[in-house]
């Protein structure tokens, strides 16, 4: 079982008045300072996090790992008051659970050139269920104001070793030393991997352990019955190694980014293998195949895949027979869709099983989507589960058994892939919820073989937007727009707009764009998936024409324009994730005001990045009143490593550029 570490708290400054990372000496001027001296815009930081994971022998249980977390962290602003907060999650299911202990907890504040103390009560401390299987401990500190200081303590306590709670060197907010020491008895043998851009220094070590095995012996002689007791000491190697960071900046968002845990100084445990004296050598060792075949052979994946009695009326009702492969897979995907409600809990296994989730209507994404693969199948079509790691599970760059949480359906027909997920009612084949598009999946096959999918999108989404528009002698703008919305941009159009009303809709788009006005307004194909969604409106915009002396100087994208770099990084770390690949296209025809010329033209101008990653092309041209603008852009991968961001940062320059050129206008 994986236990992770959730901290909603964690880390620090890097100011240090002790070299002694322990609990209770907090001091006066550390309550005085009112800004982080490494960094002036941090919120909060944590002037120590210093954890621990080790093994512990209890006679009746053998061993157990143990995880201890000590912290102090520092409040700034009242933007920083979430990290005097903590959340933990454990393992609650069943008879092997884990237990959280949370002591030492106490917040520090200076009242009257006094250190005040108060400590964590009841009232602050809850557990909150997750799902089926895990809880959280959460800790809400008292009395929590700028300058604080807080400081708190937790164990863990987990029957399970076969991963060590994750360990992050790097937050959100400074952090000025941090420091993660396990203990592992010579029995056991793990794969560490490391994420991120910081290397911790490593100090390793040993030491001789042992543990008490006591047995009594009772006998037997001319009635008379003796019991004699025996302990008997085991000796163990102990290697200890001990991770260290110091002065760890801030770990900054940026533009574009998947999850930042991705890149976030992370170390990982994952248990290999298993010797103990005089036993057999167990080996744990994963490989992608291993993985996929041990949740394949789970009573709760092949197991419920490998059921379809419950939906054979609802099949034989779709009348799919006598369909081609592409009509089946449409009419079964729909049905799925229809009749199932996703419960927003992912999960590679089953919760309550295919039979009462297709019952109740309402499952995981396993129950939903596997359901979906046995419908399939029963229809006679190649369908296959496919594990998959969402975007907030992060990359898993390492076999695990914790790397994936999810379950979509894979379809291979003619030598294609169709990706579906039924668990999202705006999903098409191929246009999986965002959460899905996560890089690669694994297919498991019905023999238990498995092969990796590329989940990310392939084509560009378009986005086109057509505009009719005149200018009057004031320098307002007026006209119709019609703006049509393809695949991965119609899903998220419906994903964000379906749900409100048309004129919070109207009002939002009013509040994004200053001095425009919408009049008349509808929208088509919202609800119909296999059309583009299309809105057409009128409008009046004030703001984007500005007139000085006898010129007009107008923005020719009027409110669309892309006025801001997002790149603003001198270097970035990070792949840029545009989660899929797009296009946006402009067709705008201006008519100038009666006693009006051109006076200038912004130059046409064409633009393309290295190994075609994107491209624009920006023509325009001028015809008595009549100006025309085309323009193409493309995006043409959803991910772009790196190595390409000087480029793709001087390419949003140069888009920018165009884009707030002015038409200038002069009188005649």
Not at 497 to 502: A, V
Not at 522 to 548: A, G, R, W
Request: proline letters at 4%.
């Amino acid at each position: 079982m994986k236990s992770v570490l959730l901290l909603t708290v964690l880390f620090l400054s890097t100011f240090c008045y002790s070299q002694k990372h322990e609990l209770g000496n907090v001091t006066i001027d550390e309550l005085k300072e009112k800004v982080c001296p490494s960094d002036t815009s941090a919120v909060a930081a944590v002037l120590f996090n210093v954890g621990k994971t080790y093994f512990s022998y209890a006679a009746n249980e053998g061993f157990q790992l143990k995880t201890e977390v000590i912290a102090k962290i520092k409040i700034y602003k009242k933007e920083g008051y979430d990290y005097a907060n903590q959340s933990i999650s454990y393992y609650s299911y069943g008879g092997d659970v884990e237990k959280v202990d949370v002591s030492k907890a106490v917040t520090y504040n200076l009242v009257n050139e006094k250190i005040e103390k108060t400590k964590l009560n009841s009232e602050g401390e809850f557990n909150e269920k997750v799902n089926k299987f895990y809880s959280r401990k959460k800790i809400t500190m008292p009395k929590v104001k700028e300058g604080s200081v807080i400081e708190y303590k937790f164990e863990i306590t987990s029957p399970f070793f076969s991963t060590f709670p994750e360990w992050q060197f790097q937050k959100q907010i400074p952090v000025n030393y941090t420091e993660f020491t396990t203990y592992i008895p010579e029995y056991f043998t793990y794969n560490i991997s490391f994420k991120g851009f910081l290397t911790p220094v490593i100090e390793k070590n040993g030491q001789r352990k042992s543990f008490d095995i006591n047995s009594k012996e009772r006998t037997s002689r001319a009635r008379i019955t003796s019991t004699q007791f025996s302990t008997e000491t085991t000796e163990y190697g102990e290697s200890i190694s001990k991770y260290t960071l110091s002065n760890v900046p801030a770990l900054k968002e940026e533009s574009f980014v998947n999850n930042i845990e991705n890149y976030t100084a992370t170390i990982e445990h994952e248990l290999s293998a298993i010797q103990y004296p005089g036993g057999l050598f167990n080996s744990y060792a994963t490989t992608w195949e291993s993985v996929t075949k041990s949740i394949y052979e789970n009573e709760n994946f092949g197991d419920e895949l490998n059921k379809d009695s419950y939906f054979e009326e609802d099949l034989k009702a779709l009348n799919v027979g006598a369909v081609s492969d592409n009509e089946t897979i449409a009419k079964v995907f729909d049905f799925v869709k229809s009749r199932m409600n996703w419960n927003e809990y992912n999960s590679v296994y089953c919760d309550v099983g295919v039979r009462t989730a297709y019952k109740n209507k309402t499952g995981n994404t396993a129950e939903i989507n596997l359901i979906l693969v046995a419908m399939l199948r029963k229809a006679g079509v190649n369908a296959n589960p496919i594990l998959v790691s969402t975007r907030a599970n992060g990359i898993s760059l390492f076999p695990s058994r914790t790397s994936y949480n999810c379950v979509i359906a894979g379809v291979e027909s003619n030598g294609k892939m169709t990706l579906l997920d039924a668990t999202n009612k705006n999903a098409q084949p191929n246009i999986l919820p965002i959460r899905d598009l996560n890089w690669f999946g694994r297919l498991i096959k019905k023999d238990g073989t498995s092969v990796n999918v590329d989940l990310m999108p392939k084509s560009n989404s378009k986005d086109v937007v057509s505009i009719i528009a005149s200018v009057n002698e004031k320098g307002e703008v007026t006209g119709k727009i019609r703006d049509q919305y393809f695949d991965y941009n119609a899903f998220l159009f419906r994903q964000t707009n379906n749900s409100i009303s048309k004129d919070s809709y109207i009002e939002k788009l009013e509040k994004r764009h200053q001095g425009l006005e919408i009049g008349e307004y509808s929208v088509q194909n919202s609800n119909d998936l296999s059309l583009p969604v299309v809105e057409n409106y009128d409008f009046t915009s004030t703001n984007s024409v500005e007139i000085i002396g006898d010129k007009m100087y107008v923005s020719p994208f009027l409110f669309f324009a892309i006025t801001e770099n997002p790149f603003k990084q001198e270097k970035r770390e990070y792949p840029v994730d545009f989660v899929f690949p797009d296009q946006d296209k402009f067709n705008i025809s201006l008519t100038i005001p009666p006693g009006y010329v051109v006076e200038t033209l912004p130059q046409p101008k064409a633009m393309t990045m290295p190994e075609n990653i994107g491209s624009f092309k920006y023509i325009i041209s001028n015809t008595g009143n009549q100006i025309q603008l085309l323009y193409t852009h493309d995006t043409n991968q959803a991910i772009i490593g790196s190595e390409y961001y000087e480029a793709l940062k001087n390419f949003y320059k140069e888009i920018v550029n165009k884009q707030t050129e002015k038409i200038v206008l002069k009188k005649a």
